[in-house]
């Protein structure tokens, strides 16, 4: 079965740092773009960052810019997402995201296949 899982997620303090990952298991890995998504509560699903399938093209939000980095290993089939400096703003539910094209990807469209989601939380 091909899914993608996230882990990683907690409570952390503002000013704090955690590192997500992500790990495809099933089909192929390196053919796909990847992406984090975020949904804070009350509010629509947004892209925090993306990531080509070579990792040659990267794209953050306006608002992690700075904090965050999106890196891949494709061997291990796993994404990452390191964020540091987080702030209350941060706190949401993360989702992975896989897609044949970066470009639509970063767009928030053309998502073939979800995470599950994992939960942060950054107290002040």
């Known amino acids: 079965q091909v899914q993608l899982v996230e882990s990683g997620g907690g409570l952390v303090q503002a000013g704090g740092s955690l590192r997500l990952s992500c790990r495809k298991s099933?089909?192929?890995?390196?053919?796909?773009?990847m992406g984090w998504f975020r949904q804070a509560p009350g509010k629509e699903r947004e892209l925090v960052s993306g990531i080509s399938a070579s990792g040659s093209m990267i794209k953050y939000a306006d608002g992690v810019k700075g904090r965050f980095t999106i890196s891949r290993e494709n061997a291990k089939s796993t994404m990452y997402l390191q964020m540091n400096s987080l702030k209350p703003g941060d706190t949401g539910v993360y989702y992975c995201?896989?897609?044949?094209?970066?470009?639509?990807?970063?767009?928030?469209?053309?998502?073939?296949?979800w995470g599950q989601g994992t939960l942060v939380t950054v107290s002040s």
């Open positions: 995201a896989a897609a044949p094209f970066y470009s639509v990807l970063v767009e928030g469209r053309g998502v073939e296949l």
């Open positions: 099933g089909g192929t890995f390196s053919n796909y773009a």
